[in-house]
Every structure is written in C-alpha cells, then in structure tokens.
C-alpha cells in the first residue's frame, strides 16, 4: 500500500537525519568532558565522592535500559526501542573505550527502577496487557537526551577559556537534533483511514457492523470504537438497526502487523439528507469549515473532506436495487473518483456488494465456495459499464459481496387478500439470530483478511 511505503520513506529519512546529528553530537560531548569546567565539576564530585562521575553514567544508562524496556513492550514504539538498543550499546562501548567508568550495578538497577517507574507513571502497570502505550517513556528519553545535550553545550562554551568560533554550529547541531530525535521518538507509524460510502439504505451501517464484528472475532488486540457503534451493536442483537434522524459516526480502529503495528481506521458517517450526489462537488472545497454559515453545505463540505482524506474508500452496491443499476450510486461514484484525481488524489478504492443473500437461491453453493460466489456475482454486475469502469485496473481482487444470512417473515404490513409469491412485498428479511442475540455473516471474513494483509 502506498501510505505504507511514506511512512517508511518518512521515517527512514528522520533516522538519517538523526544518526547523523548524533555523531556530530557525541564529538560534542567528549569535548564538553575536555574542558576546564568540567574537569573543575568534576574534581568537585570526586571530592564528595571518588566515584561520583561512574555514579552519575551508571545511572543514565540504567535509566535509559528501563525506558527501553517500556518501549519494547509498547507494540508501537518498536522501531524507537531498536533505535534505542544500538544507541545505548554505541554509548556503552563508547563510555568503556574513553573512560574508566566503575560499573555499579546499584546504580544502574536504580536508574532502571527510575526510568520504568516515570515512563509508565501516566498507564500504570495494571494497564500495560490492555494497552501497553508508553509514549510518556519515548518522550522522557528525548527529554533526558536534549537535557543533556543542552547542558554540555553550556559547559562547553561558560569554561574559562572558551574558543567561541564553533558556537553557532553547535547551538545548531543541539537544536536541531532535539527537534528530530524527539520526532523520532514520538513517531507513530499511521494505518489507512478508510472510509465507507453509499446511498442511503443501502446497508453502509451493517457493512461497517460486520467488519467491526469480523475484527473482535480475530484480532487479540483491543480496539477503538465510537459510542454509536457500541448502540449499533446492542441493536443488531434484537434485529435490524432502524434509522435515526440525528448525525451517527461509526468508526473503530484495528491494528495491522505484528512488529510494527499501524492503526487502521474504519468509518462510515451517517448525515441524515446528504445524499452521495452531493460529495463529488465539493472535493475541491477549500473554505475554511467554520465560517460556512449554511449547514447544510458544512456537513456535505465536512464529508468531503473525509472522502479526500481517506486512504480506501469503499463503495456500496446494494443488491436489492438489482438490476436498477441507475438507483446504486454507481455514477457518483465515478464523478468523485474523477474529482478526486483532478485535485492530484488517486485513492485506492474496493467494491462491496451489500445484501447479497438475495442472490444466495441462485447460487446454492455459495458455502465454502466464496471466489464461485463472488465471480457469480461480479458477472452480474459487470454488466454495468460504470462498475467495469469501477473495477479497471486490480478488478476482481477489489470486489467483495458480503450478506447477513437473514430469513423471510411476513411483513407488518402482511395482506392476506394478496397471492404469495418468491418476491412478495408482503414478506421481509430479518437477519438470523442464535440465542444469545449473535448474527451470522458471509464474506466479510475474506473483505477483511484483503484488508488486513494489504498492507
Ligand atoms: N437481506 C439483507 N438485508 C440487509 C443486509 N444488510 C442490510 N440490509 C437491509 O438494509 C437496511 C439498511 O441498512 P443500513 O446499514 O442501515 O443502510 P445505510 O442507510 O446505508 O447505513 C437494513 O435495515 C436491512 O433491512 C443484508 O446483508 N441482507
Ligand atoms: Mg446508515
């Protein structure tokens, strides 16, 4: 996936940049140790205490030892706790090679207790299995680290004596090493954003329920998710979700991959009266969100903005409005994806087909047969020149039919005087419900391993 290799690209280029301002920042400190004020510092400590100064980096490295074990149990600072492991061994090899440094254990232990201790003060152990985040560790470290820095440029140029010429060059090295390594420390590695798009009806709620389902199913790791979610939940357990008159967002985040995981988000907004005929318009919209006094053009702008931003989109064909193709939003669909191209956005884009049960009597084999399924499917709806269109390019691998297994019952409005037949008005689908209120899916298992491999 293309986001994927930015952030790689992004990130290696911030490491270089680091390591680089490092060695000019090692250089720096052995000088700091070299001037008369530090030795004059340090004749001082070593007349309270002989082994001050052994003290003092024993310490440091325990601290940054204890960091850095938060940082290799936070799933998303793995790369940094790597970074970390060379850098500490760099930095000890170093310390053995130019110093005679006492190795206390003690002290280490302690700087160890002391760098666990304030970088998971904010989490807490308790929470280290349910979350295991702990940025405040990263930031300590760069904190520590640009002190530090700060410091010995200070000691560096406040010695009696100070040959001023290199000042500027060194006050540079510190600042912009502070402002990198503390990038790279915080950095976070960023999953696509994906958002779900569909005309009204046709079932954008119940996909985004079913991945949603499909994700705690599978993943161990626990997942973000919005309150209207958990609502939309509790009731598919009862039957179908009803619409509501106010604005909804549904949205859960699911990581992806093991070593260095990313969040992906999922999401799909639910504006009552924004139709998909609306978005494509104002893609290129540029005003400032706040100041648009008609609401109704700020929502459409704000889900415009959403469909720029995303990294997927999904569109939704429903197959109840099989063949009426023209009623699926298919032309939309188009218009946005060319708009999006003319504002420079080639957004990665999948098909799903919503409610494909209806199609299940004509493919009774659908079980276990899910690619026959889905090629059944597909040929129906290629039939369409806007949904080849559609699927140029990767097709087949980007189209998905997904379906809540569902029963027929008789409509509420049920007609005795009116003759039953296959597609009777009079009857309705509800999806099919074990005793504990579960539904069953098709589909969406296969969707979200493309998904969750992509990348
Ligand atoms: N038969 C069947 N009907 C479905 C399925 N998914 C959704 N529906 C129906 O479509 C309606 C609208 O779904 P919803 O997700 O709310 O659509 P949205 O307005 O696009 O968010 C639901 O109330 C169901 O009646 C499905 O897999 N099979
Ligand atoms: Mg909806």
Request: charged share 25%; with cysteine; glycine share 8%.
């Amino acid at each position: 996936m293309k986001k994927l290799h930015e952030e790689y690209a992004k990130f290696s280029v911030l490491f270089i940049i680091v390591a680089g301002l490092t060695y000019y920042l090692m250089d720096m400190i052995a000088r700091s140790w070299n001037t008369e004020l530090m030795k004059g510092i340090s004749s001082a400590i070593r007349l309270i205490d002989p082994s001050g100064i052994s003290l003092f980096i024993t310490f440091m490295i325990g601290f940054y030892l204890g960091s850095l074990v938060l940082l290799f149990l936070d799933r998303k600072k793995r790369i940094q706790a790597i970074i970390l492991s060379v850098g500490i061994v760099v930095l000890i090899v170093y310390m053995i090679r130019n110093f005679t440094v006492g190795w206390n254990l003690v002290y280490v232990a302690l700087g160890t207790l002391i760098g666990l201790y304030l970088g998971s003060k904010d989490v807490g152990w308790r929470n280290i299995n349910t979350k295991g985040e702990f940025r405040r560790a990263a930031s300590n470290v760069s904190k520590f680290s640009v002190i530090y820095s700060v410091a010995s440029l200070v000691t560096i140029y406040s010695s009696p004596g100070a040959d001023n010429s290199g000042f500027i060059r060194d006050s540079l090295v510190v600042l912009t090493f502070s402002f990198f390594f503390s990038l790279l420390m915080d950095y976070e590695l960023k999953g696509p954003k994906i958002v779900i798009l569909g005309p009204e009806k046709s079932g954008k709620t119940l996909f985004l329920a079913g991945c949603y389902k499909r994700v705690v199913d599978v993943t161990e790791i626990p997942t973000d998710r919005s309150n209207d979610l958990i609502d939309l939940m509790t009731e598919l357990y009862k039957g179908w979700p009803t619409r509501t008159k106010d604005i909804k967002e549904y949205r859960f985040t699911y990581e992806v991959g093991k070593l260095f995981p990313r969040e992906t988000v999922l999401s799909t907004s639910d504006y009552p009266g924004i139709y998909l005929k609306d978005i494509a318009q104002y893609i290129g919209n540029k005003e400032n969100i706040d100041k648009i006094e008609d609401l109704a053009k700020r929502s459409r702008v704000k889900v415009a903005r959403q469909v720029a931003g995303a990294d997927i989109l999904i569109f939704i064909i429903d197959t109840e409005r099989y063949p009426r193709f023209e009623e699926m939003g298919i032309d939309h669909y188009l218009k946005i994806v060319t708009e999006l191209r003319g504002n420079g956005k080639n957004i990665e884009h999948y098909v799903v087909v919503t409610k494909s049960d209806l199609f299940k009597e004509e493919y009774p084999n659908y079980e276990g047969d899910y690619e026959g399924f889905k090629k059944f499917i597909e040929d129906k709806f290629v039939e369409n020149i806007f949904v080849r269109e559609l699927l140029i390019g990767e097709s087949g691998r980007k189209f998905y039919p997904v379906f809540y297994y569902t029963k027929r019952t008789e409509n509420p409005k049920y007609n005795p005087l009116i003759p039953i037949t296959k597609d009777n008005e009079q009857y309705t689908s509800v999806p099919i419900h074990d005793n504990y209120g579960n539904v069953y899916v098709y589909g969406f298992d296969k969707f979200m391993n493309q998904l969750m491999q992509n990348e």
